[in-house]
C-alpha cells in the first residue's frame, strides 16, 4: 500500500511536471510565432534571422504601432525613448504615405503648386505615372518633413525604415542571451515534447488505477432518491446539448455580433444538405449499422447532377450535344439513381451476404470515389476540371431563397431540409418499416422471430438513405456551383456526427428525427463558431474528432446504465 501511495505521489509530480513543461513549450511557440510575425518573415527563416540580424533587409509593416513598442521594449529589451520616437515617426510616415495615394489630398496639393491646375487638366496628370509618382514623392517627403521637423537625412533615413531595421538589429540577439522569453524562444520544442510525454505517462497511469478500483469490490452504494436519479438521468440525456449549447454561450459572450439573423440563416443552410445526408445516416445507425461511403457517393452523384445543369451558353460543359436546359427532373432523379444504387450494394452486402456494414461502405467508398474521378476527367476538354457554370434556373431552384418583406431571405434548401425531416418522421414513427427498423435495431434475431422480414427491412431503410443522398447532392451541387474530384470529402463524419450528437445510439433501436435536426443544426453551429472566431481549420478538425468521442461516450454510457 506504501508503495503504490508513493507511486501515486511520484506520478502527481510527473503529472504537474508535464503540464508545466507542456505549458512552458506552447508559450515559447508562441513568441517564436511572435517575432516571426514582428519581423515579417517566414518561420524557417525566423531563428536564422536572430542568430544572424545583419542578415535582416527589411523588416515589415504591418504590425500594430503598440504591439511593436511592446515587443521592442519588452521582449527585446531596448530603450523605451528610442522605439517610442522610431514607433510613433514610422506611423506618420505611413499616415502620410497613405494621404498622397488620396485624390482629392493629391489634387489640393497639385493646386497649391499650380493653382491655375483643373481638375480635367489633373486627372490627366494622374493618368500620367511619369510626372504623378515622383509628384506624389515630394509631397510625402514635404509633408513628413514638415509634420516631424526632419531634414534630408532624417527623412531618407525614415523613408527606408533604417532605424526600426536597426533596432531589430540591435536587439535580437537579446533573445538568445538568456533569461526566461530567451530559453522558450530556442527549447520550446523539446520541453514541448517533453511535457507532453511526461502527461501521457501519468495519464496512462492515473487511467489504469482508475480501472483498477472500479474492478475491486465496491460499498454497496446507497440507493438514489427517485428524484436524484431522474435528474441524473436527464443530466446524461441531454449532457452533450449542455456542454455544445454552452461553447455557443462562451462564443456569442467573446463575440456578441455572431447571434444575428444572418448568421442564424447561413448556420441552417450550411446544415441542410448535411442535416438530409444525416437523415438517411439515421436509419442505417439504428440498425446499428453505419455508412462511410456518404461523402463519396455523394460526390459522384453532384458530379452527375452537375455535367446535366451546366448552361447551354457554356462552352466547356460536359454534354455539348445538350442545347436546351433539361427539365430539372432528368439531373434530379439521375443523382439519386448513382446514390441509391451504391446505397443498396451496402444493404445487399449487410441483408444478404451478412458483412458488417463498416467493410461494405468502405469498399463502396473507394469505388464512388475512383468513378468520381473518372467521371469527371472523361469532360470533352480532356481536363479534370471541375463541373461548373450552372444553368441559372437550376441554381433558383435549388439555391435560391424565399423573400418574406425586404429584409428577410429564407433559403430555399431550408425548406427542403425541413419538408424531408417531415416526412422521416411521419415514415419512422406512423409507418410498419418504421416500427420494422427500431425492432431490427434493437434485437435483430428477436425481430424476425417475431415476422419481421429483416433483409427486406433493412434493404428499404437502405434505400431511403440513398434517395436521400441523391437529394442532398443534387442541393449541395447548387450550394457550392462547382463539383469537383474532392467534393462530398469527410461528409460522412459531418452526418455521423449529426446522428450521435442528435441521439441516434450506435447500439442500435435508439434515435428520433427531430434529435437528428438539432444535431445536424447544433453541430454546424460549432463549426460555424470556430470559423467566426477564426480558428486554425486543422485545429477545428481536432475539435470535430472529439466532440464525437465525447458522444458516443456519452451514448455507451447510457446504454450501460440502461442495462
Request: glycine fraction near 8%; charge should be neutral.
Amino acid at each position: 500500500m506504501k508503495k503504490k501511495t508513493g507511486i501515486t505521489i511520484i506520478m502527481l509530480v510527473v503529472l504537474v511536471a508535464g503540464i508545466a513543461l507542456t505549458g512552458f513549450g506552447v508559450y515559447g511557440q508562441n513568441v517564436y510565432t511572435q517575432v516571426t510575425n514582428m519581423i515579417g518573415c517566414r518561420k524557417p527563416d525566423t531563428m536564422n534571422y536572430v542568430m544572424a540580424p545583419d542578415t535582416i533587409t527589411e523588416v515589415s509593416d504591418e504590425q500594430n504601432p503598440e504591439e511593436l513598442k511592446s515587443f521592442l521594449t519588452g521582449m527585446l529589451g531596448l530603450p523605451a525613448d528610442e522605439v517610442n520616437t522610431a514607433v510613433d515617426n514610422r506611423v506618420v510616415y505611413l499616415e502620410k504615405q497613405a494621404e498622397s495615394q488620396d485624390y482629392d489630398a493629391f489634387f489640393a496639393y497639385a493646386q497649391a503648386q499650380d493653382p491655375t491646375l483643373t481638375e480635367d487638366a489633373f486627372r490627366e496628370l494622374v493618368k500620367d505615372r511619369a510626372t504623378s509618382d515622383p509628384m506624389r514623392a515630394q509631397m510625402l517627403k514635404e509633408s513628413v518633413m514638415s509634420e516631424l521637423g526632419l531634414d534630408e537625412a532624417g527623412y531618407e533615413e525614415l523613408a527606408s525604415n533604417t532605424r526600426i531595421l536597426s533596432l531589430f538589429q540591435e536587439g535580437l540577439p537579446n533573445l538568445l542571451a538568456g533569461g526566461l522569453v530567451g530559453t522558450a524562444f530556442a527549447d520550446s520544442v523539446p520541453f514541448l515534447f517533453i511535457g507532453v510525454v511526461l502527461l501521457i505517462i501519468a495519464g496512462v497511469y492515473f487511467l489504469i488505477s482508475a480501472m483498477d478500483v472500479r474492478s475491486k469490490g465496491h460499498r454497496k452504494a446507497r440507493p438514489a432518491s427517485e428524484k436524484s436519479r431522474k435528474a441524473a438521468d436527464l443530466l446524461l440525456k441531454y449532457a452533450l446539448y449542455i456542454i455544445l449549447l454552452a461553447i455557443l454561450v462562451v462564443v456569442s459572450i467573446i463575440r456578441p455580433d455572431f447571434l444575428n439573423v444572418t448568421n442564424l440563416l447561413n448556420i441552417i443552410k450550411q446544415a441542410s444538405t448535411k442535416g438530409i445526408l444525416a437523415l438517411g445516416c439515421a436509419g442505417l445507425i439504428v440498425l446499428a449499422g453505419t455508412d462511410l461511403s456518404i461523402g463519396r457517393v455523394l460526390g459522384l452523384s453532384a458530379a452527375v447532377t452537375a455535367s446535366l445543369v451546366q448552361s447551354t451558353t457554356y462552352a466547356s460543359r460536359m454534354f455539348p450535344q445538350i442545347t436546351t436546359a433539361l427539365p430539372l427532373f432528368i439531373p434530379l432523379l439521375s443523382g439519386i439513381a448513382v446514390a441509391v444504387l451504391f446505397s443498396l450494394i451496402n444493404g445487399f452486402g449487410v441483408a444478404k451476404l451478412h458483412l458488417h456494414a463498416f467493410i461494405v461502405s468502405l469498399g463502396t467508398q473507394l469505388i464512388a470515389q475512383g468513378a468520381a474521378c473518372i467521371y469527371i476527367e472523361s469532360q470533352p476538354s480532356g481536363t479534370a476540371q471541375a463541373l461548373s457554370t450552372f444553368d441559372q434556373n437550376f441554381l433558383n431552384v435549388a439555391a435560391g431563397n424565399w423573400n418574406i418583406g425586404e429584409s428577410i431571405r429564407i433559403p430555399l434548401v431550408v425548406i427542403y431540409f425541413l419538408g424531408l425531416a417531415v416526412i422521416m418522421w411521419f415514415v419512422w414513427n406512423k409507418t410498419r418499416l418504421g416500427k420494422n427498423m427500431f425492432a431490427v435495431g434493437g434485437n435483430e434475431e428477436a425481430a424476425a422471430v417475431s415476422g419481421v422480414n429483416v433483409a427486406k427491412t433493412i434493404m428499404l431503410v437502405y434505400l431511403i438513405a440513398g434517395v436521400l443522398y441523391g437529394i442532398s447532392a443534387f442541393l449541395e451541387a447548387a450550394r457550392i456551383t462547382s463539383v469537383g474530384a474532392n467534393t462530398g470529402l469527410n461528409y460522412e463524419t459531418d452526418a455521423i456526427s449529426a446522428c450521435v450528437v442528435g441521439g441516434v445510439s450506435f447500439s442500435g433501436g435508439v434515435g428520433t428525427i427531430q434529435g437528428v435536426v438539432i444535431g445536424a443544426v447544433v453541430l454546424q453551429a460549432i463549426n460555424y463558431a470556430l470559423q467566426f472566431l477564426g480558428v486554425n481549420p486543422y485545429l477545428q478538425y481536432i475539435i470535430r474528432g472529439l466532440i464525437i468521442i465525447l458522444a458516443v461516450s456519452i451514448d455507451v454510457r447510457k446504454y450501460l446504465v440502461k442495462k
